[in-house]
């Protein structure tokens, strides 16, 4: 596609439930970013993927969360047994090769958690 | 830790004067740095990216500067337009660490 796919783009789930969100990078692009940017907070860092490569998990805050990237290609992050405090935009990005070159991102995934 | 600052956190001007926008990083070991805006409920655009070899990097009326040894960069916008406003994001990247540290941000108004 022209450029990086999330969806949905709004969720609205009740608390204690599992949902998955879905990325769709860049066709080519190696790295996959995953970000949260909560109320008036700044960009989050969550997960990061590069081709084979182990992913960097250091942002995921809790072991509610998790996500995988199939293929190289498609990524989804769940978040079990949601929370209100996970209430945010879920932002995902990609980029040709990581380091050094240029991050895409896509429009996000509202998700309210009530 | 690398920690990016952006000042102001909101700016006003008046439609067609050129402004400066601020970001400043404390960990100067830094591979690359890019600009970004961001629209009210929207994704982050791609503005700029400036490597940590360059100076400056021009794209229309965008001119970002860079001066890793004193931890800064900026972003002029020339003669601004309503379309201007946004919020501005900086974010850089360090050796060894791939991830993206963001800047809270600059709230940009262009006032008509």
């Known amino acids: 596609g022209a450029g990086v796919s999330q969806s949905p783009s709004n969720k609205v789930t009740e608390k204690g439930k599992d949902v998955e969100l879905r990325c769709d990078p860049i066709s080519g692009h190696t790295a996959l970013y995953w970000y949260r940017q909560s109320l008036g907070q700044g960009l989050e860092f969550l997960i990061y993927?590069?081709?084979?490569?182990?992913?960097?998990k250091s942002g995921l805050p809790s072991d509610r969360f998790s996500a995988e990237r199939t293929g190289g290609s498609v990524s989804t992050l769940t978040i079990q047994r949601t929370q209100q405090e996970d209430s945010a935009v879920y932002l995902c990005a990609s980029s040709l090769r990581g380091l050094g070159t240029e991050a895409f991102f896509g429009q996000g995934t509202r998700l309210t958690v009530v | 830790k690398q920690e990016v600052t952006q000042i102001p956190a909101a700016l006003s001007v008046p439609e067609g004067e050129n402004l400066v926008l601020n970001c400043s990083f404390t960990?100067?070991?830094?591979?690359?740095l890019q600009w970004f805006r961001q629209d009210p409920g929207k994704g982050l655009t791609s503005l700029l990216l400036?490597?940590?070899?360059?100076r400056e990097q021009t794209s229309g009326r965008l001119n970002a500067s860079l001066d890793k040894s004193s931890g800064r960069s900026t972003l002029y916008i020339a003669a601004s337009q309503p379309g201007d406003s946004a919020t501005y994001l900086c974010?850089?990247?360090?050796?060894?660490?791939?991830?993206?540290?963001f800047g809270t941000g600059t709230r940009l108004t262009i006032i008509p």
């Open positions: 400036i490597q940590s070899s360059q």
């Open positions: 960990d100067s070991a830094i591979y690359n």
């Open positions: 974010a850089v990247t360090n050796f060894g660490n791939e991830k993206l540290t």
């Open positions: 993927f590069q081709g084979n490569s182990a992913p960097d």
